[in-house]
């Protein structure tokens, strides 16, 4: 009977810790967007979008998915439509990603570790490390689970009319003007 209601706790714990576990990352997520009445009128239409993505991207990230990982430190560097920038967390999730030893990693990531982490002074690289090894422990300790698919946005809605540089696209070479 102990055995039992002790494999029923084990089984349960998890299960009931996680909606918290998605909640805190939902919200942590949240803390990172901006109004978008303050975002450019150029891409204010687009900024519920962007910002809906960032979230779905941020829980993705917290279970270690690779590419949610490398869309938030993308999000975090401030050029992301209603997505605050934060250079210290872009940099610590760039870090977190190389230091993951994720299959799909690259050059490329070393080369963003340098563009977000180059330009911060020491003091804020040393926060950059405390909180990229901070988000490991959190991942690896209370992932999220049940993270939502991947879709990103559309810059430009389905329907809207095209501008006019847009051509079929054909097997052809373009044929010069004239």
């Known amino acids: 009977m102990i055995r ?4 029923l706790l084990a ?10 576990a998605n909640e805190r990352a939902t919200q942590e997520a949240r803390g990172f967007l901006i109004d978008c009445a303050f975002v450019p009128e150029a891409r204010r239409a687009e900024c519920p979008r962007w910002q809906e993505a960032f979230v779905a991207d941020y829980l993705r990230a917290r279970t270690g998915d ?3 990982q490398r869309n938030v430190a993308f999000g975090l560097r401030g050029t992301t ?3 605050r920038g934060e250079a210290v967390q872009a940099c610590a999730w760039r870090l977190l990603i190389v230091a993951s030893g994720h299959a799909q990693a690259g050059e490329g990531d070393q080369a963003n570790v340098r563009a977000d ?3 911060l002074a020491q003091a804020q690289r ?3 490390v405390q909180r990229g090894t901070r988000l490991a422990e959190e991942i690896a300790a209370d992932p999220v689970r ?3 698919p991947r879709q990103r946005p559309q810059a430009t809605p389905p329907g809207a009319p095209l501008d006019g540089t847009a051509r079929p ?3 052809e070479p373009p044929r010069p003007r004239g």
Do not use: E, F, K, N
């Open 146 to 148: 049940d993270a939502p």
């Open 126 to 128: 040393d926060l950059a």
């Open 11 to 20: 089984i349960a714990l998890p299960a009931s810790a996680q909606p918290a």
């Open 117 to 119: 982490c180059g330009p």
């Open 169 to 171: 696209l054909t097997a």
């Open 66 to 68: 690779y590419r949610g």
């Open 81 to 83: 439509p209603g997505v």
């Open 4 to 7: 039992l209601a002790a494999a």
